[in-house]
């Protein structure tokens, strides 16, 4: 097969691109279904990248920018209209800034080169997040633990939710290959699962000790001593420092702080949006009742009404770090 040879990390290359069909198609390992089947999605224009981003074939703010790119190359490539192709992929999905970053980035670019600054984008996240994961460590480093560290991370903000490596388990990653890590803690993260389906997979396949948890357990585990410390990734940063990161994370962050444990927020700069001031200002997508109410083809809950936002806004006094490919960032 003719494929642009992408560096990435466990679990495997869940983003390709592969230009031996024509026309070219970006394959994307499908998160819905793992980890009980391994699923690709083929997609070869910017209405199918934009489908994958929407249903969740492909999540976290890291790789949902990388497909966005990768459809829009594509779909310029096969003669579309590069507004439309970029309205399109920026309406999938309103709250992970890093969607418009990687848009912005590629609509100047001459038609020709748009493939190679897509692959560019791709490499670069990888190259970030092992910066991230590498900043991540000091701040592990300072807390002068005698034994390893035991952090506790939410939703899934791995290889599977970047290029490869991950932001918020980069961190994990580089305490475990630096062996200062005792244990990670995943929270399943209601009502998608994606700690209890993607980041405890992505432990497992990886070799690094993982504990999963209900979410509701993340207060116990903290007032018994089993957490050193808490890391999550993030969607958007407002300017003020304000987190918008998976529902559930607001929570984490009063319960580390009423437990005095460092909460740290791991990120890419692409992440950061100057343009947003606060989390006030930050649009919350809103997802089906569904998603709720059951999961899959199962059902176990009343047919009465139902609030799902995907996304809460952790307040940027209950952050104690924002670890981003460049060192530690502060709000401006």
């Known amino acids: 097969m003719n494929e642009r040879q992408i560096p990435d990390d466990e679990p495997g290359e869940h983003i390709r691109l592969d230009l031996s069909a024509v026309p070219h198609v970006l394959l994307l390992l499908d998160q819905r279904v793992l980890p009980r089947v391994v699923a690709t999605i ?72 748009l493939l190679d600054e897509a692959v560019a984008i791709h490499r670069e996240d990888v190259a970030i997040n092992r910066a991230i994961g590498a900043h991540g460590l000091r701040l592990v480093e300072r807390l002068g633990l005698d034994r390893g560290v035991r952090l506790y991370t939410h939703c899934n903000a791995g290889a599977l939710a970047t290029g490869g490596y991950g932001t918020a388990v980069g961190v994990i990653r580089a305490a475990h290959e630096a062996g200062r890590l005792e244990r990670v803690m995943a929270g399943e993260t209601r009502p998608y699962l994606q700690g209890a389906r993607l980041t405890a997979w992505e432990c497992e396949t990886s070799g690094i000790p993982c504990t999963l948890v209900t979410d509701s357990m993340a207060a116990a585990a903290m007032a018994e001593g089993r957490v050193d410390a808490v890391v999550v990734g993030a ?46 200002d930050i649009p919350i997508e809103e997802r089906a009742a569904d998603e709720v109410r059951g999961y899959g083809e199962l059902r176990w809950a009343a047919d009465v009404d139902v609030w799902n936002p995907a996304f809460d806004v952790t307040p940027a006094a209950l952050v104690d770090a924002w670890i981003t490919e460049s060192g530690l960032w502060s709000p401006s």
């Not at 829009?72 to 507004?83: N, S, T």
């Not at 920026?90 to 970053?101: E, K, M, Q």
């Open 42 to 113: 083929r997609c070869s224009n910017a209405h199918e990248a934009a489908r994958a981003i929407r249903d969740m074939v492909v999540r976290g703010a890291p790789a949902i920018g990388i497909t966005a790119a990768y459809g829009f190359a594509l779909d310029v490539l096969a003669g579309g209209d590069r507004q439309r192709a970029a309205e399109v992929l920026l309406a999938s999905r309103p709250t992970a800034v890093n969607l418009r970053w990687a848009i912005e980035r590629m609509l100047p670019v001459p038609t020709e080169r």
């Open 235 to 280: 969607d958007r940063v407002a300017a003020n420092g304000d987190v918008a990161n998976k529902i559930g994370t607001y929570g984490l962050a009063v319960l580390a702080k009423h437990h005095g444990l460092p909460f740290w927020v791991a990120v890419p700069e692409s992440t950061l949006d100057p343009r947003c001031p606060t989390g006030a």
